[in-house]
């Protein structure tokens, strides 16, 4: 079965480019085919793997997404994309707080913490997705950055949310447990990083050096979340310390073997983690139908007033050709692990969760689908890039950077 599963996804991964299906629905059916419908698999068997593999896949990518980040050219897209982000996952948490306290009849806590762990984009569709779809790099770049920002901060209000002191009001508490998991968080990312900068270079040319840097990664997590800050974040800032300290030509190409290896070893791991959320999928009864639909609904409204809000600040392209900003919101990886913690921290109040986020996934996937085919129209309506060299001469010093960051971490393709 393990065997089988790994040529699938490859297999899968490889005809998303024609088919501009994610993957990620492919692996979740397979599970949801072996488990639930076809009841080979003993769902209980795989729980605390779920855990484990959700928490080791973000680790891997947040890690190689930072360290092909270069600050310097991402800052010009960085504005638009803060904005989209802000907008986008406010609205969202907001907008599903209302349809939990509405139709779900929750507390008002509880309806914040459905809406913030089902509020952001998931860098893991989003960045794979757009390799298959034709689209200027500067809109490419945008949705690449908000969807990694708007992953981070999902997971630090989530953490904040379920830490915070209850004889505290609530704001306070959030608050303060967010500032510092950012503050630990940065200090430690920046430290570590520039420890190991001046160390990996060292060992860059031994045997498995590759190896000793995983571990330096699990021990930069590890140690965040010992201090109280966040591991992901403290990741992901010691990726970006790596990536943007002078570098030789030498450890360059080292360090592209470096992510080679961390992009392949996180598209074996995203593909069990969804394969085995596929095993334990719990399929919404009949009274969830309509909190689903409007929250369904919700996610599309924040979505397009973000749109319509942050479209005029992306550089470098038509109005047309930012109609993508809004076909892109697909949930995953990060949507399904919340899920998850929320249901473990909080117990029954959220035994519905599982089940919603599974649902949730999967349509916000398909609108990926709906909008590679619209952009796949607006491409051949627009002039082609001869047309237009100002722009592709502006945007050369981004090939090969920004965009090829966050592919190889999350496609998982070595070659890249």
């Not at 965040?224 to 190409?253: D, E, K, Q």
């Not at 349509?363 to 990926?368: G, I, K, P």
Request: charged share 10%; hydrophobic share 55%.
């Amino acid at each position: 079965m393990v065997g089988t599963l790994l040529v699938v996804a490859y297999i899968a991964n490889r005809l998303s480019r024609l088919t501009r299906v994610p993957d990620l629905v492919v692996l979740l059916l397979i599970g949801v085919t072996l488990g639930p419908i076809l009841h080979w698999v003993r769902p209980a068997t795989f729980q605390g793997a779920i855990d484990i593999l959700g928490t080791l896949a973000l680790i891997l990518i947040l890690f190689a997404g930072g360290a092909e980040l270069r600050l310097q050219q991402a800052a010009r897209y960085a504005p638009a994309a803060l904005l989209l982000m802000i907008v986008s996952y406010g609205l969202s948490l907001g907008l599903i707080a209302l349809m939990g306290r509405a139709l779900l009849h929750l507390q008002w806590s509880d309806c914040v913490l459905l809406g913030a762990a089902l509020g952001c984009t998931s860098g893991t569709i989003v960045i794979p997705a757009l390799e298959q779809i034709s689209t200027p790099e500067s809109v490419k770049i945008t949705l690449t950055l908000e969807s990694t920002m708007g992953e981070v901060i999902a997971v630090l209000l989530i953490g904040s949310l379920l830490n915070a002191d209850v004889s505290h009001s609530l704001l306070f508490g959030v608050a303060a447990d967010f500032s510092r998991h950012i503050v630990i968080a940065l200090l430690l990312g920046v430290v570590a990083g520039a420890i190991w900068s001046r160390l990996w270079p060292l060992l860059a040319s031994q045997p498995n050096v590759n190896i000793a840097n995983l571990g330096v990664v699990f021990g930069v997590y590890a140690l965040a979340r010992y201090f109280g800050g966040s591991g992901l974040l403290a990741v992901l800032i010691f990726g970006v310390t790596l990536a943007n300290l002078p570098r030789t030509p030498h450890v360059t190409r080292q360090g592209a073997r470096l992510l080679a290896f961390h992009a392949e070893l996180s598209f074996l791991v995203r593909s069990f983690f969804f394969v085995l959320l596929g095993f334990v999928a719990e399929f919404v009864s009949r009274k969830y139908l309509l909190p689903i639909a409007g929250i369904l609904a919700a996610l599309l409204l924040a979505r397009f007033l973000a749109m319509q809000t942050s479209r005029w600040a992306v550089r470098d392209v038509t109005r047309r050709e930012t109609e993508l900003l809004f076909w892109m919101l697909p949930r995953g990886l990060v949507t399904a692990v919340l899920a998850l913690a929320i249901v473990s921290a909080r117990g029954e109040v959220f035994a519905f969760l599982p089940a919603m986020a599974f649902t949730v996934i999967l349509v916000t996937n398909l609108f990926v689908v709906a909008g590679a085919v619209r952009s796949a129209k607006v491409s051949a309506l627009m002039p082609s890039s001869a047309e237009k060299p100002y722009v592709m001469e502006e945007l050369k010093p981004f090939a090969g950077d920004v965009p090829a960051v966050m592919k190889a971490s999350a496609a998982g393709q070595g070659e890249t």
